[in-house]
């Protein structure tokens, strides 16, 4: 999505976040997280947008924007040809269907056009790894009590990358 797009889409965006979040999802909020928040995220996301900080994607299904996820591609002046996966967001009501899985395929191709030859990511989420795993992307271990679930209990991360061709 252009920075247009997505501030169009804004309202569609925090609602996918506010609904990961309410399910339990370690994606760097804790509860109570509001509709509010979830959209003060994504108009700070659009700003980085408009500034080729990050590139956000979108999954639609019958029209209904159901998925997200963005790629970090500011980096320091020696990792120009790095990116960093952030925000993988499926709302519960459309998951299991692949879409999260579709979303890290286009990623590949956006981080690729974007002239990036290596992405990162880390994830608390085993249905996350799934799709990793399956992309081929590289396992590298876990970090203990990395962060905290919305509800405050701490949660491991997994940290993966991923060379691109
Ligand atoms: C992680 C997340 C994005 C996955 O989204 P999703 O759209 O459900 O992902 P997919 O459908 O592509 O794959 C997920 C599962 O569905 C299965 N699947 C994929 N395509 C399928 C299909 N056509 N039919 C049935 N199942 C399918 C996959 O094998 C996978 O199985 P598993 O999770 O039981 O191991 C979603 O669970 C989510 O938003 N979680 C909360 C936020 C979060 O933690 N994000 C990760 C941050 S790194």
């Not at 996918?16 to 928040?37: H, N």
């Not at 159901?66 to 990792?79: E, F, Y």
């Amino acid at each position: 999505m252009s920075a247009a797009e997505a501030r169009s889409y804004t309202d569609a965006l925090a609602e996918v976040l506010l609904d990961c979040v309410a399910g339990g999802a370690s994606v760097s909020f804790m509860a109570p997280f509001s509709i509010e928040d979830s959209k003060v995220f994504f108009e700070n996301a659009v700003l980085e947008l408009a500034a080729g900080k990050r590139i956000l994607l979108a999954a639609f299904l019958n029209s209904q924007l159901v998925g997200t996820v963005q790629i970090l591609t500011a980096m320091p002046p020696n990792q120009p040809h790095r990116g960093e996966v952030t925000k993988l967001l499926v709302h519960r009501s459309a998951r299991s269907r692949g879409v999260g899985l579709r979303l890290m395929e286009c990623v590949e191709e956006a981080a690729v056009r974007a002239g990036k030859t290596l992405l990162v990511l880390d994830t608390a989420s085993a249905s996350a790894e799934t799709i990793y795993v399956r992309l081929g992307w590289t396992r590298l271990g876990v970090i203990p009590n990395y962060a905290l679930l919305p509800d405050g209990e701490f949660c491991d991360t997994t940290v993966f990358y991923k060379q691109l061709k």
